[in-house]
């Protein structure tokens, strides 16, 4: 299946999102997160881009940037490949790091820019992760709550909520935490890859078969007694489909919650 190509904006903005290979973690642990920063700063220093927001998951990252000298294409392959290189040294591996190549989209107005910026800074709040976006660490908001200057070129997406400081600061606080109704380009949905499974009913007809083959019906997977062939249900099916977890969550009567901390969990 051909690769889409990129789409180009004319506002060199853009939303980035990487992925780790084969779903796994690219940061272990916290010293892993301040290395990709540093190089983030490293390559921004460089006059190759501009830094508007990002996000540091244990399995994905999302940046918000503009073009600078660099295109969007060249500065991501150098980031990559930095921190693959420092990855690999230290956990004493070889192979792919991240995903395939990176995707990303293209911010053309400054309503889409803000929006973005509050749906990156909950990345952690939607993931139960944290409360509010203020506790978690290893995003660019709180640097958005502070007046002085760092490495998040905040003075632009600033200025869109007013030209006072304090008052742009209150303003976007308020802004981040109401609810977000837009659409936009989601790690689980942008990577998703063509799997031999392509319906939910081709997917009803293989979780029947495997229960038939287990000697179980739908209703016996509730409870403590089958939650071994329920797990390994639930990971088939996320791994041999592109449903949802609310999807698969309604084929096996439940909740797609249940599903998420299951394929969370492996």
């Known amino acids: 299946m051909p ?72 500065v991501m392959r150098r980031i990559n490949t930095a921190y693959a290189y420092y990855f690999n040294k230290k956990y004493n591996r070889v192979g792919h790091v991240f995903q395939d190549r990176f995707r990303s989209e293209p911010v ?32 660019s908001y709180l640097f958005y709550l502070k007046e002085q200057k760092s490495i998040i070129d905040k003075e632009e997406i600033l200025n869109l909520f007013s030209p006072d400081r304090s008052k742009a600061i209150h303003l976007l606080t308020e802004f981040s935490h109401q609810q977000n109704n837009d659409t936009f380009m989601d790690y689980q949905e942008v990577f998703r890859e063509v799997k031999e499974i392509t319906s939910v009913k081709k997917a009803k007809e293989y979780a029947s078969r495997y229960l038939k083959e287990k000697g179980l019906q739908t209703g016996h997977l509730k409870g403590k007694v089958n939650k071994e062939y329920r797990g390994k249900l639930i990971l088939e099916l996320k791994e041999k489909t592109n449903l949802s977890y609310r999807e698969i969550g309604n084929i096996l009567g439940f909740s797609r919650w249940t599903v998420e901390r299951k394929v969370n969990k492996k």
């Open 108 to 139: 053309e107005n400054d309503r889409y820019l803000i929006s973005l910026i509050q749906y990156i800074h909950n990345n952690p709040v939607k993931a139960k992760i944290a409360n509010q976006p203020n506790q978690y660490k290893w995003s």
């Open 3 to 74: 690769r889409q190509r990129r789409k180009i904006g004319l506002s060199k903005i853009y939303h980035v999102i990487a992925r780790g290979n084969e779903r796994k973690d690219i940061f272990l642990d916290d010293e892993d997160k301040s290395k990709f920063i540093q190089i983030i700063i490293n390559k921004k220093r460089k006059n190759e881009y501009t830094l508007y927001a990002y996000c540091l998951m244990n399995n994905h990252l999302h940046l918000l940037l503009k073009e600078g000298e660099g295109n969007i294409s060249r």
